[in-house]
């Protein structure tokens, strides 16, 4: 038998064969037979003695394992060679393997990008099967609760912000459900299956969860109406003291641990002027098995149909929680990372603003442009391209139509489907006077500004936040 090291360099050569065949884009066949006499090879090799390998990609294997019941959501791809890779579900996972791989300890960072989900797409709910989410981490060891509160203060702020109606964030402690589930009498393998069917309260009645969790996953009826004494209760500060002396509850560590985070989070959440916004919901289950503690979920609160009802919900918007194991899951050691984040849904937000907008018969504003640089006569362009020349040097963020001697009419009509607010109009006339003639899109308004003030007047003119409520 060859030397360790001879095989390794056949081993090696071997791969770079392999490669170099899938960027020719050879038959499948031929790869298949060279990828069997690779791993023939290091069957060969065998174990590395002393040393352990630890390799870190981006396959199903990493996501698995992580997501409870909504696996079933993941996109599985196989490459040439048989490996099996997946698209990401979240950005929550990616970002664990990042500080297992980058050996970092102590990050707060915001990602936007694309998610995947094989998943029943609902255009009108904002619910696609690719789609751009926003996260927010804190990862490090710290005090409890100070970045949790911080991340609710967050998606409070980014929330009331957009404009977008009354919202409502559920919180409440993945360590409170496995002890409530615990002193109920649920067993330790059924707590993940038992957690989903909780999760779908916002959605369905207690009968209708109940039926699910005796029916479908084999609980006692006996400890599904044990958990339904629980899980059915929503409050504040108030019912995290009442829990807290629960005579069941306060018997399990896990559970005591959680009530006692959740009051600390409630005086933080106090001091930061939020604690109205928040409600402490037993039901909320978050289905993801990454989570360790807190747990957060948005939902937007559409007005009663009548006097005195209660509002209704009519989504989430937003979510998050803590996921202290999730980095250790990916370092060759099992070296732990505290993490906490939220996760804002960008395209339910859109959906609902290009819904609000369009009951309001408003049209949704395409573009950053303030001013459109126009002409009311021909044989202006030179002095068009002056003038936007001027308005880029102040940082005015312009447009003009990219035709010599365009109508007034069309470019007016061009500010109207691209929802820009102004026109600055060149005219003859203006150009003897020394004024610029600025248009208001909406109001249809026009007023003469000496140009030396054109740029201060547009910027006051744009200085209001455009209203999407």
């Known amino acids: ?245 629960d005579p069941k509850l306060s018997q399990n560590k896990q559970a005591l641990e959680g009530l006692g985070d959740l009051k600390l989070l409630f005086e933080y959440l106090t001091l930061f002027g939020i604690a109205d916004k928040i409600s402490f919901d037993l039901s909320l289950a978050r289905g993801l098995d990454y989570y360790t503690g807190v747990i957060f979920e948005a939902v937007l609160l559409q007005p009663p149909a009548q006097a005195g009802e209660e509002p209704l919900g009519v989504g989430s918007v937003a979510a998050g929680g803590r996921y202290d194991g999730l980095v250790g899951m990916f370092d060759p050691k099992g070296r732990k990372v505290p993490c906490v984040g939220l996760s804002i849904g960008v395209e339910r937000i859109f959906s609902i603003v290009e819904q609000r907008l369009e009951a309001l018969k408003e049209k949704v504003r395409t573009t950053e442009t303030q001013v459109l640089v126009a002409s009311a006569q021909k044989k202006l362009l030179e002095e068009r391209l002056k003038l936007i020349s001027e308005l880029w040097d102040a940082g005015i963020k312009a447009e003009l139509l990219y035709k010599k001697n365009p109508k007034l009419l069309n470019q007016l009509q061009y500010c109207e489907e691209a929802g820009i607010p102004l026109v600055a109009i060149i005219g003859e006339q203006e150009l003897k006077d020394g004024v610029i003639k600025l248009r208001s899109v909406a109001s249809r308004e026009e007023v003469d500004v000496r140009r030396e003030d054109l740029v201060e007047e547009i910027r006051r003119k744009t200085s209001q936040p455009l209203c999407i409520c």
Not at 57 to 62: F, I, N, Q, R, S
Not at 141 to 161: R, T, V, W, Y
């Open 1 to 245: 038998m060859a030397d360790r090291a001879t095989l390794e360099d056949l081993v090696r050569l071997q791969g770079e064969r392999v490669r170099a065949l899938k960027q020719q884009k050879a038959s499948a066949e031929q790869i298949e037979e060279e990828v069997a006499k690779l791993l023939k090879l290091k069957a060969q090799l065998g174990p590395d003695e002393g040393k352990q390998k630890f390799v870190l990609k981006t396959p199903k294997e990493t996501l698995t394992g992580k997501y409870g019941e909504d696996s079933k959501l993941i996109y599985d791809l196989k490459d040439q060679g048989g490996e099996l890779l997946s698209l990401r579900y979240d950005l929550t996972v990616p970002f664990a393997r990042y500080l297992a791989m980058n050996k970092l300890t102590n990050v707060k960072r915001y990602h936007i990008a694309k998610v995947y989900r094989r998943d029943n797409p609902a255009m009108t709910r904002g619910r696609y099967r690719e789609f751009y989410q926003c996260d927010f981490d804190i990862a490090g060891q710290f005090d409890p609760m100070i970045p949790d509160a911080e991340c609710l203060k967050i998606m409070c702020e980014i929330l009331s912000s957009l404009q977008i109606g009354d919202f409502l964030v559920k919180v409440n402690d993945r360590r409170i459900l496995d002890g409530t589930f615990a002193v109920c009498g649920v067993p330790d393998s059924k707590f993940r299956t038992i957690c989903s069917s909780v999760d779908k309260l916002d959605k369905v009645s207690w009968e209708e969860v109940k039926s699910e969790m005796v029916g479908e996953k084999g609980l006692a009826p006996e400890v599904a109406d044990r958990i339904g004494d629980y899980v059915q209760q929503h409050g504040g500060v108030s019912l995290v003291e009442q829990l807290l002396q």
